[in-house]
């Protein structure tokens, strides 16, 4: 019977009602014991043995002394932890993460949905034997930008964690009323959702698209600068991720995204910028393309067109383009032309100002958290070094795409935009609760207008012909960039309507081939089902 009584007393007092409350007994308890002993550390008066009070001593006092002053820093933080944490965004954020144990009042904050441009949800909440766990309804399509708190730390699910369980730097009671949810255990308050830009119907048929491959698109709708498409592949589960996802091999990488991480030569659709820089000075010279290709250092390898390849591995003779216009070198993807345009009528001075005014070397920031200001999702910078005079072959390589250029979707749809957009760099969000705008002028209106004309014409009539659509006029560039490991990687860069554009488009598939069989074909489901769900008319 006593033995019962005791259980029975414990069970009433260790409820989730009463629990709390016990904690802070405890800890009051702790803290009167604390100071009880150093009140008798300071009032005890030492004794008189007739010696040298402090003799033999001092050893014994600095440990004393600093045993006290250890526990209590010990004390206070730990008292700041508990009792005042759950005021500061990344308590919780760290407790989310790491505390795994059941009675973790973390655990049992209900966070916000994160959903698409259209309200529907991308991430939820779901209670497993009272704790709050997340849930992903689409799996892999959008295990990139939205991630996984623990293992993709520029997702949003991790840098707008703050936003999501329910934190605003300006409203000082909402803090207050969520640490009283959790020290007190009522139930919780809830957090706030967030609107992402992402579009589930487009993000869905461009990670479809990609397949089992190696690739990435993204897609954003103009003036608003909304990101509606950003597949990345391979990718993982986050409903199922653990720790094994680690020992995936090096060229899976199944934790980057390629939109914004994912770095490789950009081949053929940097011919877009250096066509724009030249009309920028007002050259648009005829150029003669000889099938022996060109070189502007005669003891290393010429530059050729790709026909020259195609020709010899069919045993044919190519008789190159001969003397061609901007127009028709873009058309036909000519390497020959644009290395020769840059060295012998452009130069590197130019190209290097190109670089500044793109900002290539610069990170592009498509979130930022309100709560936490260094949670950002950012484009990773261009890889492109200063150009020289001094070393002209390298010039020549970095006209084509090639050479030490190394790129991401995310920037060089950031080229497309200022074609599409009249000279001029929109900011790119993915949630609707960042600012829109303009971030600087790159061309001129009449450049883009010309850059457009000859996108339409690789359309019509050269190597991206393959994206014609009935309804749709299309402007667009394919892209082929070398890589020595392996089969080539397959760009395309595009918008549409060309004539009022409402959507920039840029995919690539790693060692997928000519962009024309590999990337286009993902930019054009793309455009499919844009058209489907009334983003272009």
Not at 48 to 64: E, H, I, K, Y
Not at 206 to 220: E, K, L, P, Q, Y
Not at 312 to 336: D, F, P, Y
């Amino acid at each position: 019977m006593p033995m019962n009584w005791i259980s029975d007393t414990l069970q009433s007092f260790t409820t989730p009602e009463k629990w709390p409350g016990i904690v802070v007994a405890l800890q009051v308890f702790i803290f009167v014991l604390f100071f009880r002993i150093v009140w008798i550390a300071f009032r005890t008066p030492p004794r008189n043995t007739g010696r040298d009070p402090l003799a033999g001593r001092a050893a014994f006092m600095l440990l004393r002394w600093g045993m006290i002053i250890s526990v209590a820093i010990i004390l206070v933080y730990q008292a700041t932890w508990q009792l005042g944490g759950h005021m500061r965004p990344k308590f919780v954020e760290f407790m989310q993460l790491h505390d795994k144990r059941k009675d973790n009042p973390a655990h049992r904050m209900v966070l916000g949905r994160i959903l698409d441009i259209k309200g529907r949800p991308l991430v939820e909440n779901r209670t497993i034997n009272g704790i709050q766990t997340r849930h992903y309804p689409h799996g892999e399509i959008f295990a990139h930008p939205i991630g996984h708190p623990r293992f993709t730390p520029s997702g949003l699910e991790k840098l707008a964690l703050p936003h999501l369980a329910g934190f605003s730097l300006d409203d000082r009671e909402d803090w207050a009323r969520q640490a009283s949810d959790v020290v007190r255990r009522r139930p919780p308050s809830g957090g706030q959702d967030l609107r992402t830009t992402l579009d589930l119907e487009l993000q869905t048929a461009a990670f479809r698209s990609i397949g089992g491959r190696r690739g990435a698109a993204m897609a954003i709708t103009l003036p608003e600068g909304n990101v509606v498409v950003m597949a990345s592949r391979p990718a993982f589960d986050p409903n199922t991720v653990d720790h094994s996802i680690y020992r995936t091999s090096n060229e899976d990488a199944l934790l980057i995204n390629r939109c914004t991480a994912g770095m490789i030569p950009p081949g053929s659709i940097f011919k877009i910028a250096m066509a724009g820089l030249a009309l920028e000075l007002g050259i648009e010279p005829l150029i003669d393309c000889p099938a022996g290709g060109y070189t502007p250092v005669p003891t290393l390898s010429p530059i050729h067109d790709y026909q020259y390849n195609y020709y010899r591995s069919r045993g044919r003779e190519w008789g190159g383009h001969g003397i061609i216009g901007m127009a028709e070198a873009l058309a036909e993807s000519s390497n020959v032309y644009f290395a020769r345009l840059l060295v012998e009528h452009v130069g590197a001075p130019a190209f290097n100002d190109l670089r500044e005014r793109f900002q290539w070397d610069k990170p592009i920031e498509l979130y930022q958290s309100p709560v936490e200001p260094s949670n950002r999702l950012m484009i990773r910078p261009v890889r492109v070094d200063k150009a020289s005079m001094n070393d002209p072959y390298a010039l020549a390589q970095m006209s084509i795409g090639q050479g030490t250029i190394m790129a991401n979707p995310g920037h060089m749809l950031m080229l497309g935009v200022a074609v599409a957009n009249e000279g001029v760099l929109v900011r790119p969000r993915i949630t609707l609760d960042q600012p829109t705008g303009q971030l600087r002028r790159v061309f001129t209106s009449d450049t883009a207008r010309k850059l457009t004309g000859m996108m339409r014409g690789v359309v019509q009539d050269g190597t991206a012909s393959a994206i014609r659509m009935p309804d749709i006029d299309v402007a667009g560039k394919t892209g082929s960039a070398q890589n020595p490991r392996g089969d080539s990687h397959g760009w395309f860069l595009g918008f549409a309507p060309a004539n009022a554009p409402r959507m920039v488009i840029c995919t690539v598939i790693e060692n997928g081939g000519s962009g024309s069989e590999s990337a286009l074909p993902v930019a054009r489901d793309i455009l499919t089902a844009a058209q489907e769900h009334g983003y272009i008319d």
